[in-house]
């Protein structure tokens, strides 16, 4: 049996691949499987430029019985140099080598974030009409458990067939261009003007002190000439437009650890510089991009990747984010997936997400108008949205592995979770903790705590009284 194993770590041969250790054990366990690995994030501008090295790949794929797609998770998708493979696959139209082949995803991470990412890749196996069957997320130190793999085994043998559970995929040709702005006067600005229901909106440009930066990605995908047209003509006067193209970023993330320290990068280049000064100081910031596979551009995601240089400290508290996307809002489950679950580690708040479904000049711009209406308002109140378990369970657990030494190369993240650990209790805190667990080491308590059993009515009033107060003394601040 030959089985492919296209592997997206970005670490260098000399590190040490925490997924391609686990893949190591795989091969040992099962020494009669014919197994060809390929490091696609690490190659990636060798697969880009050398087309033949790329079909090849293509073809051992199609001449395999199964597909393993194993990498790591990057805030919470995939690295941009393995998504950019994906690109190649889906812009070449290469979907025939991978139809109907056996697949599994195997992610290794912190598992933080991994369902996001795990439910991208699901949709990429079935836009590429593979049979998907099934996903193992592996901890860092955790090993592939291998009834995993002999279940996969058994499907490939048996030809089961797993239902799919994507809707196609329909790209839409739609180019936005922005409405017919010569006719609109300059002169006819105005503080936040009302917008009516069904009432012709005029475009009138924005008001406000609040500073906003834009960020596109105008090679990958197709054009947004027309949105930043529009964008010029409605934003306030603190208005900066960037193209991730145009800026000095050198590459993706490469996973080298250095920023775990002092939140340093080692890649030396202008993207730190960008993003502190730019990104990092905006009231709003307006992400433009298109729609590429399941999720924006690889360059897109390259951002996403590179801000792990602040590893899991916030970074966007109270921003507005708006999203505007060139794609199809029906075919973006890991669009919105993704914007929560980033809204959520940013601390920031996604307070709009466009997109250009309706194919129509003038309700899409009447959309982004009112969206950045109510982003320009929600940066005045500097609201963030209510958190979910993606901020409570990640921070939960972070504290909780931190505080433990788990992750021992992020320093700087175990500062700062120190600082902000809400298990480190103030003094008033561990009093009144200290009176909770003393006062139910008594059984009569706890039967009347618990079970409501009635232990005289002085004493019940006393254990009220004690347990309100140490209640209140332990109450956890937001
Ligand atoms: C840029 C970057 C982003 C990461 N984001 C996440 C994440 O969102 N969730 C997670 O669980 N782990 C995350 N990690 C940890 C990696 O998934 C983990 O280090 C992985 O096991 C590395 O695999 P490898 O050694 O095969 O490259 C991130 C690591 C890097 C370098």
Request: charge should be positive; proline fraction near 3%; glycine fraction near 4%.
């Amino acid at each position: 049996m030959n089985i492919i194993i296209l592997n997206g770590t970005t670490k260098n041969i000399k590190q040490h691949s925490m997924n391609l250790a686990k893949i190591e054990k795989i091969k040992q366990d099962f020494p009669e499987i014919n197994f060809i690995t390929y490091r696609i994030s690490n190659e990636i501008k060798k697969i880009i430029d050398n087309e033949q090295y790329f079909f090849e790949i293509l073809e051992n794929i199609k001449k395999s019985d199964a597909v393993i797609w194993s990498m790591p998770v990057y805030i919470g998708l995939i690295p941009s140099q393995f998504k950019r493979f994906i690109e190649l696959v889906f812009d070449k139209d290469c979907h025939k080598y991978f139809a109907n082949k056996p697949t599994v995803v195997i992610m290794s991470s912190i598992k933080l974030y991994d369902t996001v990412a795990l439910d991208y890749m699901r949709e990429i196996c079935e836009d590429l009409d593979m049979n998907y069957c099934g996903q193992f997320s592996a901890g860092m130190l955790e090993p592939i458990d291998k009834k995993f793999f002999l279940n996969f085994l058994s499907d490939i043998k048996n030809n089961f067939k797993h239902a799919k559970q994507t809707l196609p995929l329909k790209p839409s040709q739609y180019v936005f261009q922005a409405p017919d702005l010569k006719q609109l006067s300059d002169s006819d600005t105005t503080q936040l003007p009302a917008i009516k229901e069904n009432s012709n909106i005029k475009y009138t440009p924005f008001n406000s002190a609040k500073k906003i930066v834009v960020v596109s990605d105008k090679l990958n995908g197709k054009p947004l000439d027309g949105y930043i047209d529009f964008l010029k003509r409605i934003c306030p006067a603190n208005t900066e437009i960037y193209d991730l193209n145009e800026l000095d970023i050198k590459c993706g993330c490469i996973s080298c650890f250095e920023c775990g320290l002092e939140n340093r990068c080692s890649i030396k280049d202008g993207f730190v510089p960008f993003y502190t000064s730019k990104v990092m100081t905006a009231d709003i910031l307006i992400f433009l991009g298109s729609q590429k596979d399941r999720f924006l551009s690889w360059k897109w995601k390259e951002f996403f990747d590179r801000r792990f240089f602040s590893n899991h400290i916030p970074t966007l508290t109270d921003k507005q984010i708006l999203l505007i996307v060139s794609g199809s809002s029906v075919h973006s489950r890991s669009i919105f997936n993704y914007f929560e679950m980033y809204s959520q580690l940013e601390k920031a708040n996604v307070c709009g997400i466009v997109f250009d479904d309706a194919k129509d000049d003038k309700s899409t711009a009447d959309m982004i108008y009112a969206n950045l209406r109510r982003a320009l308002e929600l940066a005045e109140l500097k609201y963030s949205n209510n958190q979910t378990f993606f901020y409570e369970g990640a921070r939960a657990y972070l504290n909780e592995s931190l505080e433990h030494h788990i992750f021992s190369g992020l320093y700087a993240d175990y500062n700062y979770y120190k600082k902000h650990n809400f298990k480190q209790m103030n003094f008033k805190q561990k009093i009144g903790k200290a009176i909770i667990l003393s006062l139910y080491e008594f059984k009569a308590v706890r039967e009347y705590v618990f079970y409501d059993k009635p232990c005289g009515t002085i004493k019940m009033k006393v254990i009220d009284l004690i347990l309100g107060i140490a209640y209140r003394l332990r109450t956890r601040a937001y």
